[in-house]
């Protein structure tokens, strides 16, 4: 029998009274102590229920007790012996693994300090994927998808996840989308093995009729991740028509999807912690709010389920994450950085433009893969604004204000690259000659690369997948 059934059925079998040992009745025994850590966050473990079992007596006396925001746990009156010492946790179940148990010996009357973990990243992934994955140096993307109103885990749910694989060859770059796909256990859970580390994959599951939105995760060096989902169910509204330009008043509805969900939170500034009265908090293809003076928000009709939530506002970089809606679902509190905070990083790194960052300019131009402009390109344009530099590229179309990729007979938004870092519009889902001109001037810029079908890796954006601008400035 698992060691996580051993638990729970002692646990259960075991008489109330035996809960608190009986004191009166024998001498006062010692202290069994210690800290649950979480390996895979790296921080210590809260809320975690520990249980301390004699180990010839498995039906007999239970302690427990649970771990404080510091990971720490206390057994008081503990007599001589041997004990099994274990604990239960939510993040166990999403991990798919059982309660690590080890032996602790009481002699003596002597304390003990006993720390028990959950294994570590490396262990988990030769566990769940093989040693290959840890020779490969792939991770895997392990879960629970769950009922957003029962909270129940749900089998038989699709997980698929898709990043982009790029190979480097003679005549340049080529680049292949890669899958990988698992279906949830009865206990719901699920894991993606041999997934790129480090990288950038968007996940999402489906059962029947029902899916999350796409999720972005962005993956470090560790080599297991942990993604739980919810799955609602979401029914298609046409909702107003969006902002249009000044004098267009033809603005067309929009189809959005809505639900059952209610979502509140605020929105405050990092730097200082005061509420911003007037963001806009969106839910990608959903509702959308404005925060009061007090910085909060609500939004109603939400889909159930994992979804995307956006926040932006004025003079402050947009915020993108995604958040579960569920019933009972915790309020969502997002900070905001300040464009000076965002721009003081970037000519932090735009001072190197001279060095490595030239070099792979050169570089990427011999490839010939995209167009470009040089500093002296660039002072023969003289332009007033830095989106001026833009028409004639060929390849760009700037109609309307508007700065769009052309593929074939179509236009799409690219991605934005500040000095290598990736910019998202102010505007999200548009990337506009207003956006560009605010964030650098024309005197300021030594180069140029826009990319239309083939994008080199580091400019690469998996959600957006149209083309690349990069700006490098002095």
């Not at 806009?280 to 009061?292: F, K, L, S």
């Not at 402009?373 to 390849?395: C, H, K, M, W, Y």
């Not at 000095?419 to 889902?429: D, R």
């Amino acid at each position: 029998m698992p060691v996580r059934l051993v638990l729970l059925v002692v646990a259960l079998a075991a008489p109330a009274g035996a809960q608190t040992p009986d004191t009166g009745a024998r001498a006062t025994g010692t202290t069994v102590s210690g800290v649950v850590y979480d390996s895979i966050a790296v921080r210590p473990l809260a809320g975690a229920t520990v249980q301390l079992v004699h180990a010839d007596d498995m039906a007999g006396n239970v302690r427990t007790d649970v771990s404080d925001a510091q990971g720490s746990f206390i057994f008081t009156d503990v007599q001589d012996g041997r004990y099994m010492l274990g604990f239960l946790h939510p993040v166990l179940d999403s991990l798919g693994v059982e309660p690590p148990v080890r032996e602790v010996v009481v002699t003596g009357g002597r304390p003990v300090l006993a720390d028990v973990a959950i294994p570590s990243p490396r262990r988990l992934l030769a566990a769940i994927c093989g040693e290959q994955s840890v020779r490969d140096s792939g991770a895997v993307i392990v879960g629970i998808v769950r009922d957003a109103r029962s909270h129940a885990p749900m089998a038989g749910v699709a997980v698929a996840a898709e990043w982009l694989e790029f190979s480097v060859r003679r005549e340049g770059f080529t680049r292949r989308l890669q899958r990988a796909s698992a279906t949830t256990t009865e206990t719901g859970w699920f894991s993606l093995c041999d997934v790129p580390s480090p990288g950038t994959t968007t996940l999402v599951a489906s059962g029947g009729a029902d899916s999350t939105a796409q999720i972005e995760v962005t993956i470090s060096a560790e080599p297991v991740i942990r993604r739980d989902f919810y799955l609602g169910s979401a029914r298609t509204v046409v909702a107003a028509g969006v902002e249009r330009p000044a004098g267009d008043t033809a603005a067309p509805p929009r189809t959005v999807q809505a639900g059952d969900g209610r979502l509140s939170g605020t929105v405050a500034a990092i730097n200082t912690g005061a509420p911003i009265a007037g963001a806009q908090v969106v839910m990608t293809d959903g509702p959308d709010a404005r925060t009061n003076e007090r910085g909060e928000w609500t939004l109603a009709d939400v889909p159930l389920g994992t979804r995307t939530l956006e926040v932006r506002a004025l003079g402050y970089y947009p915020e993108r994450r995604a958040v579960n809606v569920f019933t009972g679902a915790p309020a969502v509190h997002v900070g905001l950085s300040t464009l000076r905070a965002v721009l003081d990083t970037v000519r932090v790194t735009a001072s190197r433009w001279r060095d490595e960052h030239r070099l792979a300019f050169e570089a990427r131009r011999r490839t010939g893969l995209g167009r470009y402009l040089t500093a002296e390109q660039i002072a023969r344009r003289a332009p007033v604004n830095a989106s001026d530099l833009f028409r004639g590229i060929a390849g760009v179309a700037t109609d309307a204000g508007m700065i769009r990729i052309r593929r074939g007979d179509s236009e799409c938004s690219p991605s934005l690259y500040l000095n290598g870092t990736h910019i998202q519009p102010m505007m999200l889902g548009d990337l506009t000659a207003d956006d560009i001109d605010s964030w650098v001037r024309p005197q300021e810029i030594a180069a140029i690369e826009v990319y239309g079908d083939v994008v080199p890796p580091q400019f690469q954006q998996i959600l957006l997948g149209c083309g690349a601008i990069a700006i490098w400035t002095k």
